[in-house]
């Protein structure tokens, strides 16, 4: 089976390559910008997404690619809006036309605006609470509409050894400064990447698409604050130089308003699939060792 993962270049796209490395299937990266990794595929060309999808006759497309810096989406909403709903229904279309699901990735911030207090489960409805989380459920309703076959896993929290995320600028600051404030009123739970990308090639190693479509969540298990999160990324690394310090998010003016409490609720996931879920401080522990390693 082809099966085409877009954002091949991107944290996901990564490591969904080292999950599928000995897989029989042939798994077609793509990026916006090539490399000798990745073939060239613009999303937001619906002309060259369907194209690409019907010569290499895709049964399956990974959509890791996406929007994702949620500050700069405040003053670049058209293009967010672009790569986050308009290339997802190019995508969706495509695939459908040739007889084939949509594996696409979400997120937590679809969530945000009313104050939650219980984990939030996949059948609440979106309260995003800026034009990042607003695109992105606006792709989960362009997958809705268009009729195609799909799984949307909407997560949270993303890191892994790949490109810039939380944990790697974190550990660049708690090994460089003296003291660090971090938020602890946003509560939620970190997301290893590779976890994420080893379920869902599990899936489609099992053909456990068909009669599974909707909508999961998946983020580790457990809940902690980025404060909390921060503590551990400097007690797993040592770097215990840092005075690491709890701060509201007033402190920290910024344009968008991030969700207080996005903990996902992943029963559904859980007993769809019957895959175990990692806590997140095993997690977390493992990706710093890779980072030891690899850095």
């Given at each position: 089976?082809?099966?085409l ?73 058209d ?60 792709g ?13 896993f ?10 810039k ?26 997301t ?50 840092c ?9 920290f ?40 390693v690899?850095?």
């Open positions: 089976m082809n099966i993962v877009t954002g091949g270049n991107g944290q996901l796209g990564n490591c969904l390559r080292i999950a599928s490395k000995d897989s029989k299937d042939n798994y077609i990266f793509t990026d916006i910008a090539d490399d000798d990794r990745t073939q060239r595929l613009d999303i937001t060309d619906r002309e060259a997404v369907a194209r690409m999808v019907k010569d290499n006759d895709i049964k399956v497309i990974v959509n890791c690619a996406a929007y994702t810096n949620v500050d700069a989406a405040e003053d670049n909403q293009l967010a809006e672009l790569l986050n709903s308009t290339a997802v229904r190019n995508l969706a279309d495509a695939v459908k036309a040739n007889g084939g699901t949509l594996i696409h990735v979400s997120t937590d911030y679809v969530f945000g605006k009313e104050p939650y207090n219980v984990p939030c489960r996949e059948d609440q409805e979106g309260t995003p609470t800026g034009v990042y989380g607003m695109t992105k459920l606006h989960e309703q362009q997958i809705a509409e268009a009729g195609v076959k799909a799984l949307i909407r997560t949270a929290w993303l890191y892994s050894e790949y490109g995320n939380f944990v790697k600028t974190m550990l660049n600051l708690t090994a460089t400064k003296p003291e660090l404030k971090v938020v602890f009123d946003q509560t939620g739970t970190p290893y990447a590779q976890d994420l990308a080893d379920a869902i090639f599990h899936i489609i190693e099992n053909r456990r698409m068909d009669g599974n479509e909707g909508i999961y969540h998946y983020s580790n298990e457990g809940v902690c604050s980025w404060f909390d999160f921060t503590k551990m990324i400097a007690e797993y690394a040592r770097n215990n130089a005075d690491v310090q709890p701060c509201h998010s007033d402190e003016p910024s344009k968008v308003k991030r969700p207080s409490y996005s903990v996902l609720d992943k029963t559904k996931f859980k007993e769809t699939f019957g895959l175990k879920v990692p806590y997140w401080t095993d997690s977390l522990r493992r990706c710093i060792m890779n980072l030891d690899t850095r």
